[in-house]
T-cell receptor
Framework: AQSVTQPDIHITVSEGASLELRCNYS??????LFWYVQSPGQGLQLLLK??????LVQGIKGFEAEFKRSQSSFNLRKPSVHWSDAAEYFC???????????FGSGTRLLVRP | GAVVSQHPSWVICKSGTSVKIECRSL??????MFWYRQFPKQSLMLMAT?????????EQGVEKDKFLINHASLTLSTLTVTSAHPEDSSFYIC???????????FGPGTRLTVT
């Protein structure tokens, strides 16, 4: 069965510092991968997605992610974090023909001023 | 484009009553809508998948008689929590997807508190 692991529950970075959030997936075929962000009490907003092609994917708000098949990873990066980036980040993989999304447990990002 | 709304954004109800939550795709037709439940500081748990005009498919462990889902049109799905109890208090989020697409567009969520 497909699964998604986000090993970091919390990450704290200083404003202006770089960021990398880890995501590992388990899936037999080429996965459809997503990163979503959730601000407190809000729904989810799509940051970026990978379906095929170039393994480095650019998203909104200056985020990017790199698909590495050999490592079964899809880590999210941002070169310079802003205070407004503080939120919960979820990695997800699309599950077969059901079109369901399997979510990781999430990583809460805290930004130090 | 691809906006999903939910109504209400928050609701308080008394134990034993039923409450209905609406999910609408405002600018596209949704082939499939999904309902999730999220407990504080936890991930999203998929409750059910609904396709327009057919019965919802519930995930294992979700009581279909308690969480009634109706997907009457390509732009509207409703979740009714029947005979609500305090343990049903949670954040309920819906999403919708377009045809031939994996991408889901999420509503802002509905916070349900059962007293």
């Amino acid at each position: 069965a497909q699964s998604v692991t986000q090993p970091d529950i919390h990450i704290t970075v200083s404003e202006g510092a770089s960021l990398e959030l880890r995501c590992n997936y388990s899936y037999g075929a080429t996965p459809y991968l997503f990163w979503y962000v959730q601000s407190p009490g809000q729904g989810l907003q799509l940051l970026l997605k990978y379906f095929s092609g170039d393994t480095l994917v650019q998203g909104i708000k200056g985020f990017e992610a790199e698909f590495k098949r050999s490592q079964s990873s899809f880590n999210l990066r941002k070169p310079s974090v802003h205070w407004s980036d503080a939120a919960e980040y979820f990695c997800a993989v699309g599950e077969g023909s059901s079109y369901k999304l399997i979510f990781g447990s999430g990583t809460r990002l805290l930004v130090r001023p | 484009g691809a906006v999903v709304s939910q109504h209400p954004s928050w609701v308080i109800c008394k134990s034993g009553t039923s409450v209905k939550i609406e999910c609408r795709s405002l600018d596209f037709q949704a082939t499939t809508m999904f309902w999730y439940r999220q407990f504080p500081k936890q991930s999203l748990m998929l409750m059910a998948t609904s396709n327009e005009g057919s019965k919802a498919t519930y995930e294992q462990g979700v009581e279909k008689d308690k969480f009634l889902i109706n997907h009457a049109s390509l732009t509207l799905s409703t979740l009714t929590v029947t005979s609500a109890h305090p343990e049903d208090s949670s954040f309920y989020i819906c999403s919708a997807r377009k045809d031939f697409s994996y991408e889901q567009y999420f509503g802002p969520g509905t916070r349900l508190t059962v007293t």
